[in-house]
């Protein structure tokens, strides 16, 4: 396919005049500075052009489409917020709405953003969109100054612009946006991209703003895909095969298709053993005039599952494999000066191990997908975090244009990095292209919890060592676990430890001998990526080993980190969150927090204080957990005091939103959750085995403490997440003397 | 034939009553503010009110509420004017990603009639929905805050 034809011109894109006066833009700009490092984001090529839509109607009020699939992470009220500081908009006349996936050929003829980058994965929505949504607000604001200043014959330079008022000093002259908006709309746009405020004149980042799509939320009207419809649609629900990579012995369907309501039955194919996931499983989708309909059909259903290569697998032994292959030697993937000699010459040496189970992402919104697959094109309505790649997969597995599919996508009811995965809009896309009609597929919860890309578990074995002054001389991080790299395409196994390890973690750079060692384990278990994915797993197991050696060492847990981490500096930092690691600003973060959680202060019996920092996808963040455990080993949290670095500031209301609910997803799959693997497949199906955290057991007090430098802003949606569970574990063994190395708690402190 | 006042409309149903009253209300009535999210009434998020009891309507068969009055979130605000709970779930900005939410604050809604200032034990013992993005903190000030605007509006 020949690009250049369909490449969008400046004009074309820039400026719609509608015929109710409104002014429309939608600018087309220069890729922002900073590179998309995430495997997700690299996924979808270079972000060649980013911008917004920005609608000004006659009536003041003013439209602001964000980019970003919102999954609960606010991103519909940050993300506008860029663009009306620029506008210089009154925000609270701005209503903010979803964009549809919107892509082009670039000039390169390859399939690219049209406007903008419209993933929402890594925390990299703020950091993505920062300067091109800025820009875009700019541009708005630019025609429509023009335009007063053509209606008031005055000098462009000598108006200003407040609160969706350009006013003419002067003179005391004024016009609103919505009396110049029409106006606006016909002029030429500007050829330089306009100036940009500088962070001394923001009035509108920075300051506390509430969710825009609050009131649609509470009276129950914001749409999430399972409240989408398309005319004459039929729902669907599919019976997939439980066991891993297992496909049906036989079928008998007629009972099904006797069913009142039953349309068709679809077989879905697996995908190839080993080979990309597209589907997850084997599946029969029953297609049906009514959910209940499908539903019923899919229990008449009459299927014999073979259990598949993986038969024999169980959680015990999958926990016996990895700790099997932690005795041996893995693959060395950091390897600065010479440990063995470090160790061999050390004052004092430490080890630990530490378990992480896999765990579901149960967003609360099952999976679901409307698809209407003709032969003139393909209407994908959905809870999606990359329509792009649901784009590109639907295309693919169908051999159809990637343009002639458009994907809209709806509010997600949470996504938790579930939804990086386009596996139901293949499942939804294959289905109404058998039955060549639209069809919603409609995942229940014991579907989504037995077909999940789980967080990936596995067994750390940690080391360090010390000299006779005290110096930490070298440091050892081993992990045997299932990579969620597996199965992806082209990706050979020496690879896998990529998804697993960040080996510029802290301490990497601190100390001069240090390995890192990977080990990659066979389970049949989808794996996929899990809010804040390996950092959980790494900053628990990091965390909770400072804390056994500043215990074994008798120095005090917060003293050890902070002269481990000493002075600020920066510190290369390779994977998603560089390219710097500073030192100092994740001690400033574990200072503050220790400083409003009276971190050290003497505990009565039988209570416990934590801390724990980690370095999340750019951001610091650093958490004081209080606990109370009594006689009987019930565990109470009482209190979470968290400090927050992320740079510059675009919503602190949205930051500490993002913080809470780090430290109560966090302290949810610390306290209980697991997914139990027997015979091959998920035990697990529902919330009364799976059980996430109701609000008996959530903090009463969560404090959130911010640190606004200026610098570049990183995300929030994971940062909050990591600390949680190794500052619990820390706050544990001071209240009880009980080192908790294995999540979940579960019943571990009942005596 | 089973007859329901659903938001103060008489409704009748001639399918079949097994099927839960959550799809009855979602695919026949059009209403969606009642969400779907375990199937085994363990998560509240599909939570109306029936004769003013906060029930989780996935596992309740329409059979079961011939000449019962249901309440929806579509139903509890008076007009444009939200009920209470609502107005103290904007004030507090409770909401992430807020598909648990309309279950939520019809749970509490439910929980102020009972018990019109709840301590935070009466909040633990009743309020039982799950919410996935943790947005507990602020919810748990939302229902102590719904409870004082319910007492300013009497």
């Known amino acids: ?751 | 034939m089973v007859r329901m006042k659903i938001n103060g409309e008489w409704r009748d149903f001639s399918g079949d009553e097994d099927m839960p009253l959550l799809w009855y209300l979602r695919e026949d009535a059009g209403l969606k503010g009642a969400k779907f999210g375990c199937g085994i009434a363990q998560c509240g998020a599909c939570t109306v009110h029936v004769d003013g009891q906060a029930t989780r309507s996935c596992v309740l068969p329409v059979s079961a509420v011939d000449g019962a009055s249901i309440t929806t979130i579509e139903g509890l605000s008076d007009g444009e004017t939200l009920h209470p709970v609502q107005q103290a779930w904007v004030d507090e900005d409770v909401a992430q990603c807020g598909y648990c939410q309309a279950g939520q604050i019809m749970a509490v809604a439910a929980m102020l009639e009972e018990t019109p200032n709840p301590s935070d034990e009466d909040i633990d013992q009743q309020l039982t929905n799950i919410c996935r993005c943790g947005t507990y903190y602020r919810l748990r000030k939302a229902v102590h805050h719904a409870a004082a605007l319910r007492k300013e509006d009497r």
């Not at chain 1, 390169?108 to 929402?120: N, P, V």
């Not at chain 1, 060592?465 to 395409?489: C, E, I, M, N, Q």
């Not at chain 1, 955290?693 to 903090?699: K, L, S």
Request: proline share 6%; aromatic share 8%.
């Open chain 1, 1 to 751: 396919m020949n690009g250049s034809s369909f490449a969008a011109t400046r004009r074309d894109v820039l400026r719609y005049a509608t015929s109710a006066g409104a002014l429309i833009v939608a600018a087309p700009l220069s890729a922002c500075s900073r590179r998309a490092s995430d495997a997700e984001s690299l996924d979808h090529g270079p972000q060649a052009s980013v911008g917004a839509f920005v609608i000004i109607r006659p009536d003041e009020t003013v439209l602001i489409a964000f980019p970003n699939p919102e999954m609960g992470q606010g991103v519909d009220t940050s993300l506008p917020m860029l663009v009306a500081e620029e506008l210089g908009a009154d925000f609270d006349k701005v209503e903010t709405t979803q964009m549809p996936l919107e892509l082009k050929f670039g000039d390169d003829g390859a399939i690219t953003w049209k406007y903008a980058s419209q993933g929402s994965g890594g925390s990299y929505s703020i950091v993505g969109q920062w300067e091109g949504l800025r820009i875009a607000g700019a541009t708005a604001r630019q025609l429509l100054v023009a335009a007063a200043a053509e209606e008031l014959a005055v000098d462009a330079a000598e108006l200003t612009v407040s609160q969706g008022v350009i006013r003419h000093e002067a003179s005391g002259r004024e016009r609103t946006f919505g009396a110049v908006a029409g106006a606006a709309a016909a002029l030429e746009p500007p050829e330089e991209a306009p100036q940009l405020k500088s962070r001394d004149d923001f009035s509108l980042i920075g300051t506390p703003q509430k969710m825009k799509n609050a009131r649609a939320i509470v009276t129950g009207k914001a749409i999430y895909g399972i409240d989408a419809e398309l005319p004459g649609m039929l729902h669907a629900v599919i019976a997939r095969c439980p066991y891993f990579d297992g496909v049906a012995d036989s079928v008998n369907d007629s009972a099904a298709r006797q069913v009142p309501g039953v349309y068709d039955i679809v077989k879905i194919e697996r995908p190839p053993l080993d080979g990309p996931y597209g589907v997850q499983a084997e599946g029969y989708a029953v297609v049906a005039g009514s959910i209940w309909a499908a539903m019923k059909g899919r229990e008449a259903l009459n299927i014999d599952w073979n259990h598949g290569p993986y038969a024999d697998e169980t959680s015990a032994g999958f926990q016996a494999h990895c700790e099997e292959l932690l005795s041996g030697q893995g693959q060395v993937v950091r390897d600065d000066g010479d440990i063995d000699a470090a160790f061999a010459a050390a004052a004092s040496t430490h080890q630990g191990y530490y378990w992480q189970p896999y765990v579901s992402h149960a967003p609360l919104e099952p999976q679901n997908c409307i698809a209407d697959v003709r032969d003139d094109g393909i209407d994908i309505i959905g809870p999606m975090q990359f329509p792009s790649s649901a784009n590109r997969l639907v295309a693919e597995t169908l051999n159809r244009d990637r343009l002639s599919i458009k994907v809209q996508v709806t509010r997600l009811g949470g996504g938790f990095g579930r939804r990086l995965s386009s596996d139901y809009v293949l499942e939804a896309a294959l289905t109404s292209a058998a039955v060549r009609k639209p069809v919603k597929l409609l995942w229940t919860r014991e579907d989504d919890m037995r077909h999940d890309f789980y967080r990936p578990a596995g067994m750390h074995h940690l080391r360090a060592a010390f000299d006779a002054d005290g110096v930490l001389t070298a440091w050892t991080h081993r992990l045997a676990s299932a990579s969620k790299y597996y199965r992806r395409p082209n990706l050979p196994e020496t690879d896998y430890w990529q998804a697993e390890l960040y080996t510029d973690d802290f301490p990497a750079h601190l100390v001069d001998n240090l390995r890192v060692e990977y080990f990659s384990a066979r389970s049949g278990a989808p794996r996929g990526s899990w809010r804040a994915p390996a950092h959980t797993a790494n900053a628990f197991v990091v965390q909770s080993f400072l804390d056994e050696i500043a215990v074994a060492r008798g120095e005090d847990p917060l003293a050890l980190r902070l002269r481990l981490l000493g002075e600020p500096q920066e510190l290369a930092y390779e994977q998603h969150g560089g390219p710097v690691f500073n030192p100092g600003r994740l001690a400033g973060v574990l200072r503050l927090a220790a400083e409003k959680g009276d971190y050290g202060a003497v505990m009565p019996a039988g209570r416990g204080r934590g801390i724990a920092a980690h370095f999340t996808f750019g951001g610091y963040v650093a958490q004081v957990v209080d606990v109370e455990v009594d006689a009987d080993g019930q565990l109470n949290v009482s209190r979470v005091v968290a400090a927050v670095d992320v740079g510059t500031v675009v919503n602190p209301n949205g930051i500490a939103a993002q913080l809470e609910s780090g430290v109560n997803d966090g302290l949810s799959t610390a306290l209980r959750l697991a997914i139990n693997i027997e015979g091959g497949r998920v035990v697990d199906g529902n919330f009364d085995t799976y059980q996430l955290m109701r609000i008996a057991d959530a903090p009463r007090e969560i404090e959130t403490h911010i640190i606004d430098n200026g610098d570049e802003p990183a995300g929030m949606g994971e940062m909050g997440l990591p600390p949680l569970a190794p500052a619990l574990a820390n706050a544990i063994f001071q209240a009880t003397g009980k080192r908790i190395r294995n999540l979940p708690i579960g019943d571990q402190l009942r005596a």
